[in-house]
């Protein structure tokens, strides 16, 4: 999936859970980042695995650079019911911590707000 540079407003990846959901962007590179992440906050990161899921009970939705729909990211997101947008290739690097996005899980788009 092609992904847009922030000044185009808009990332594009895999619609991998359905829904909309708008909050504050938090990078999350590894666990030694879990600690700085809020309840309520769209987590992003490049990829998701199993050790990633106490801080996934706390998202209000999911952005990665790279997976499908059988990722883990959106596996559990759709279990959970949170939007996720997957494969976008590079949000971890064009998204910022605070940034204000709306994540739309059913169009594949992340819509900087901020």
Known sequence: MKTE??????????????????????IIQDEKDFSSFQAGEVLVAKITNPIFTPIIFLACAIVTDVGSRLSHAAIVARELGIPAVVGTENATKVLKDGDIVVVDGSKGVVHLLT
């Open 5 to 26: 540079n922030k000044q185009d407003g808009f990332i594009s990846g895999t619609a991998a859970s359905s829904g909309v959901a708008k909050g504050l962007v938090r």
